[in-house]
Nanobody, 120 residues
Framework: QVQLVESGGGLVQAGGSLRLSCAASGRTFSSYAMGWFRQAPGKEREFVAAINWSGGNTYYADSVKGRFTISRDNAKNTVYLQMNSLKPEDTAVYYC?????????????WGQGTQVTVSS
């Protein structure tokens, strides 16, 4: 069983930065792509960013491109989301997820989420 635990959320002013972390259990972390998603109140969950198994390829939603950076440390079983130039519309619960394969496809394991609130 894979467990994903997010941390690093909080309250920040517009224009500020946060770094989210997602620690994964298990010995096969490096075999799978990882992703970040978010869900704002009253909205559906949406894709934010993803990274392939090696970290060599990254993917971003248009709304965060140029502001957010996804990265991973396979030695630490951890994936990160560096969020800069935050906007009030980035306010949401952020979830990390593990893909079923080495490239981002379907995501089969999810964390419990961490709240990010951006004040104007």
């Amino acid at each position: 069983q894979v467990q994903l635990v997010e941390s690093g959320g909080g309250l920040v002013q517009a224009g500020g930065s946060l770094r989210l972390s997602c620690a994964a259990s298990g010995r096969t972390f490096s075999s799978y792509a990882m992703g970040w998603f978010r869900q704002a109140p009253g909205k559906e969950r949406e894709f934010v960013a993803a990274i392939n198994w090696s970290g060599g390829n990254t993917y971003y939603a248009d709304s965060v491109k140029g502001r957010f950076t996804i990265s991973r440390d396979n030695a630490k079983n951890t994936v990160y989301l560096q969020m800069n130039s935050l906007k009030p519309e980035d306010t949401a619960v952020y979830y990390c997820a593990r893909s079923e394969t080495r490239i981002p496809t379907e995501f089969d394991y999810w964390g419990q989420g961490t709240q990010v609130t951006v004040s104007s």
